[in-house]
């Protein structure tokens, strides 16, 4: 892998080189040589174009070399440690999984209890470290997924909250009749934690598809009703808007926001 990424900075190296060379000839243009017989010139040329090319090789060759060297020292720092750390958590997963559960479970409880207090600090990557090692205990913790979604929503780690919840809307699923498992989750809770997220990374019809399966556990949620009404007027869904915004009306008459979308979804 190192040979790989060392052979394509040198090409890269190279290229900006050659670039730079080529750059330079133009520069030839303003040399006198009007005087310079035929051959004398164009000896003086390749002369000149010989020097140059020498200088450049020489000064940017030895820029972008201790660049590769750099470059290169880093990533075998990387990868090693990245190696190191891959060993450290097999250990740990191995030491994890001949762990009594009674003991297994005080660990987990405590790693949540000090990871709630970091998220309340907003120390997020420490409180992300925290849950995945709650995780590493147990693989069906269905409270530190979802918190670590939290976590890279807050970070705008899109893609990796995307992916977390969604993870946790599938333990949901299996656990939908054990209230022990959900704790104090529920399906629509992540439907609309989903549903936010993407609205969010600016996906509004994801958004309100996401919306909309909470919406089917509770019709009646003004958070809900709120949120897709929200994405209706965004996506200029003059009908949806419509649809939601009575049905808002009805379920929190004292919104103070209800006139605002009332003009609103008119100017649709």
Not at 69 to 77: A, D, G, H, R
Not at 234 to 255: G, Q
């Amino acid at each position: 892998m190192l040979t790989i990424i060392s052979i394509i900075l040198v090409l890269i190296s190279l290229a900006v080189i050659l670039a730079i060379v080529i750059k330079k000839f133009p520069a030839l243009a303003i040399l006198d040589v009007n005087n310079l017989p035929g051959e004398k010139e164009a000896k003086f040329k390749n002369t000149i174009i010989k020097a140059r090319v020498e200088r450049d090789l020489a000064k940017w060759g030895g820029f972008f070399g201790r660049i590769f060297l750099f470059i290169n020292s880093s990533l075998s720092k990387l990868l090693k440690a990245a190696h190191t750390n891959l060993k450290k958590m097999k250990l740990s997963y191995k030491a994890s999984s001949k762990m009594p559960w009674p003991e297994k479970q005080k660990q987990i409880k405590e790693l949540l209890s000090a990871a709630e207090d970091l998220i309340k600090k907003e120390e997020f990557n420490e409180a992300e470290e925290k849950l995945v090692e709650v995780i590493s205990l147990d693989q069906k913790n269905l409270g530190a997924f979802f918190k670590l979604g939290g976590i890279y929503e807050e970070l705008k780690k899109f893609p990796e909250a995307r992916q977390t919840y969604e993870y946790a809307l599938k333990l949901a699923k299996q656990f939908k009749d054990d209230l022990k498992m959900l704790g104090d989750l529920s399906l629509p809770e992540i439907y609309f934690s989903l549903a936010w997220l993407e609205k969010l990374a600016g996906h509004y019809d994801a958004a309100f598809d996401n919306v909309l399966e909470a919406l089917e556990f509770e019709a009646s949620s003004p958070r809900y009703l709120d949120l897709i009404l929200d994405l209706s007027i965004i996506r200029k869904d003059k009908e949806s808007a419509l649809r939601y915004f009575e049905k808002l009306a009805a379920a929190n008459p004292e919104n103070q926001k209800l006139s605002e979308l009332k003009e609103e979804i008119e100017n649709l």
